[in-house]
């Protein structure tokens, strides 16, 4: 795994030159972020020594790498088709890009995502920080004898930034976007959770719940790279209203929160 990762790596040196600051994994129905970036360069995910492409609707399957603006020197890499768990693929192969990305060279991740909500108070179309996680999915990237290199047993007390949680809420205060904290539960999909579960859910902690993310932090995290979290609420979790849930509903949401999503993160990426 780890000669394969190298040879990843390598390969998106070769095809973009010197890695980007911060990289970016898109969630559901956010890939139009992209069309903000200037003097892109893509490819498909496929192209990637090792990876795979995304099968899911809302996720365009590339890596898209352009500067943050026209008159910023900042470029940023953002992966716009991410991997999930539910269309097959192993913990391993679901965070291969990632890794690939972070042994390129970039530092930094925001992790952004669609979501559910367990409770009232965390609105469809709403962005919500992750303060935490809770990996329901009882599975993990670091499991296995090809474990990469790093630390065995990697902290997570501090597993999205702190620091960078707080710039990101003075940047939501400047912009007049209200913005959340929440503890995120990751499940493994693809249904849609039941009401007891969601109940569950909430009484555990969770604020909302979403079928990503997790594998991405842990493995990031035990590479060094520093992580921000952003969901994009898109529905309320079954039980909390009577309304029946699909993914068509979750595009529709994130699509009218993509011109505030794509304000949000790229005053982020240019500060």
Not at 40 to 63: D, F, N
Not at 132 to 152: A, M, V, W, Y
Not at 171 to 178: G, T, Y
Request: glycine letters at 10%; proline letters at 3%.
């Amino acid at each position: 795994m780890i000669s394969q990762l190298k040879t990843a790596a390598r390969f998106l040196e070769s095809r973009f030159g010197e890695a980007p600051e911060v990289g970016v994994v898109l969630g559901s129905g956010l890939s139009a972020f992209t069309e903000t970036l200037h003097n892109t360069a893509s490819i498909s995910t496929q192209e990637i020594p090792g990876g795979v492409i995304s099968t899911v609707q809302g996720h365009s399957g590339k890596l898209v790498v352009g500067k943050v603006s026209k008159n910023s020197a900042k470029s940023v890499a953002v992966l716009a088709g991410r991997i999930h768990g539910y269309e097959g693929n192993s913990p391993h192969q679901v965070v291969h890009n990632l890794r690939a990305m972070r042994l390129w060279g970039i530092k930094k991740f925001i992790l952004t995502n669609a979501t559910g909500s367990t409770k009232k108070t965390f609105k469809p179309g709403s962005l919500v920080l992750i303060s935490d996680h809770i990996n329901f999915t009882c599975q993990s990237p670091l499991t296995g004898k090809e474990l990469f290199e790093g630390e065995r047993f990697p902290d997570m007390s501090d597993a999205y930034s702190k620091a960078w949680r707080k710039a990101a809420k003075a940047v939501a205060q400047r912009l007049k976007i209200k913005i959340q904290e929440g503890v995120y539960g990751g499940v493994l999909g693809p249904s849609f959770e039941t009401p007891a579960e969601i109940k569950m859910f909430a009484q555990w902690g969770a604020s909302i719940v979403g079928m990503s993310t997790v594998w991405e932090t842990i493995a990031l995290k035990q590479m060094g790279a520093e992580i921000l979290g952003i969901s994009c609420v898109t529905n309320f979790g079954t039980g909390v209203t009577n309304k029946p849930l699909s993914h068509r509903e979750v595009l529709e949401t994130t699509k009218k929160s993509q011109k505030t999503f794509n304000l949000f993160v790229s005053e982020l990426l240019q500060k």
